[in-house]
């Protein structure tokens, strides 16, 4: 079982990047996903999670109207797209799969994590 995290890198604030969660060893079908990022010296925050019942998608206020979360089932594969970052939204980047369908289970299994950094 792997999640495989990438797209991260260096972006000028006001730009834009996707992030990919490659899954393997496992169907995506069963498992919400969600993204996490850490910044050092800080708490790990949530900020986006899509269910695999019924597609609903969830945001952290802070990231809510800029990021978008979606899967494609058939590449088993979720997407992070992030538009307007600015350099709060540094941090490393992980995927996780929660324990069941919903974004209210706890997370299962944890991917790589790649990093963001917004800098001019």
């Known amino acids: 079982v792997q999640l495989q995290a990438s797209g991260g890198g260096l972006v000028q604030p006001g730009g834009s990047l996707r992030l990919s969660c490659q899954a393997s060893?496992?169907?995506?079908?069963?498992?919400?996903i969600g993204w996490l990022r850490q910044v050092p010296g800080k708490e790990r925050e949530v900020i986006s999670c899509i269910s695999s019942s019924d597609a609903t998608t969830t945001y952290q206020d802070s990231v809510k109207g800029r990021f978008t979360i979606s899967s494609d089932n058939a590449l088993n594969t979720v997407y992070l797209q992030m538009n307007n970052l600015t350099p709060e939204d540094t941090a490393v980047y992980y995927c996780?799969?929660?324990?069941?369908?919903?974004?209210?289970?706890?997370?299962?299994?944890w991917g790589n994590g790649t990093q963001v950094t917004v800098s001019s």
């Open positions: 060893g496992f169907t995506l079908n069963y498992y919400a």
């Open positions: 996780v799969a929660a324990g069941g369908s919903s974004c209210e289970h706890g997370v299962q299994y």
